[in-house]
C-alpha cells in the first residue's frame, strides 16, 4: 500500500477555502485516492474518493494530477463545524473496503 | 436509516475479565472490520472479514478474537483484556469502496 504525507496541521478562518494537499509518490495504477474526516471521538467519515482529474461531491473537491503522485482536497467555504482530522488514503478499490491504513493524518483548525 | 452500532460505547474493566464488544450493521455489507485508536499512533487495523466465516488478521490482532456467524454481526472478543488494550475501538462496515464506522466504544482496562 502506498504511503502518503500530508501537513500535520492547518489553520484557516471560517468562510475560506481550504486545499489540503497529500503526497504519494508511490501510488500504484489500481490505487484509489480516498479521504476520510474524523471529528474528536467520532468514527471516521467518507468524504471523497478518485483516480485521476477531478471529482466533486456536495462536501469536497478532489484535485489529481496526471502523474497523480499528490492530490488535493479542496473545502469550499469552510465553517466552525469542519474542524476535524482529514485522512488521505491511497488503496486499491477492492480492497478500499476492508483495509484502510490510516496516516496521521492533518488536524485542521477553522476560526471565527 | 443506515448505522454501525457498537455497544458498549463506554467499558472499564480489570486486567483477565473476558469482554465482547458487539457490532453490528443493518447495509447488508460483506465487509466489516475493526480497529484501534491511540493518541499518536492513529487507527490501526485488528481484523478484517470478508464475509460470514471469513475473516483474517489486521495490523494489530494479538490479544483479540473475532467471529461473523452472521453477516451483520462482528463482535470483538478479549479473552484477557490487559492494560495495553486501554483503546478507542471503531467497527466500520462496507460494501465496495466507502467504509463506514460505528460511533466507537472507549475500553479502559485496569
Known amino acids: 500500500l502506498a504511503k502518503t504525507t500530508q501537513p500535520i496541521s492547518m489553520d484557516s478562518y471560517e468562510g475560506q477555502e481550504v486545499n489540503i494537499t497529500c503526497s504519494h509518490n508511490?501510488?500504484?495504477?489500481?490505487?484509489?485516492i480516498t479521504w476520510y474526516q474524523q471529528f474528536p471521538s467520532q468514527g471516521p467519515r467518507f468524504i471523497i474518493q478518485?483516480?485521476?482529474t477531478k471529482v466533486t461531491n456536495e462536501v469536497a473537491s478532489l484535485f489529481i494530477p496526471a502523474d497523480r503522485k499528490s492530490s488535493t482536497l479542496s473545502l469550499p467555504r469552510v465553517s466552525l463545524s469542519d474542524t476535524a482530522v482529514y485522512y488521505c488514503?491511497?488503496?486499491?478499490?477492492?480492497?478500499?473496503?476492508?483495509?484502510?491504513?490510516f496516516g496521521s493524518g492533518t488536524r485542521l483548525l477553522v476560526r471565527p | 436509516e443506515a448505522q454501525v452500532t457498537q455497544n458498549p460505547r463506554y467499558l472499564i474493566t480489570v486486567t483477565g475479565k473476558k469482554l465482547t464488544v458487539t457490532c453490528s450493521q443493518n447495509?447488508?455489507?460483506?465487509?466489516m472490520s475493526w480497529y484501534r485508536q491511540d493518541p499518536g499512533l492513529g487507527l490501526r487495523q485488528i481484523y478484517y472479514?470478508?464475509?460470514?466465516?471469513?475473516?483474517d488478521k489486521g495490523d494489530v490482532p494479538e490479544g483479540y478474537k473475532v467471529s461473523r456467524k452472521e453477516k451483520r454481526n462482528f463482535p470483538l472478543i478479549l479473552e484477557s483484556p490487559s492494560p495495553n488494550q486501554t483503546s478507542l475501538y471503531f467497527c466500520?462496515?462496507?460494501?465496495?469502496?466507502?467504509?463506514?464506522f460505528g460511533p466507537g466504544t472507549r475500553l479502559t482496562v485496569t
Open positions: 508511490n501510488i500504484a495504477t489500481n490505487d484509489y
Open positions: 478518485g483516480y485521476k
Open positions: 488514503l491511497v488503496v486499491p478499490l477492492m480492497d478500499s473496503s476492508y483495509k484502510l491504513i
Open positions: 466500520a462496515s462496507s460494501a465496495l469502496g466507502e467504509q463506514y
Open positions: 447495509m447488508n455489507h460483506e465487509y
Open positions: 472479514s470478508m464475509n460470514v466465516e471469513v475473516t
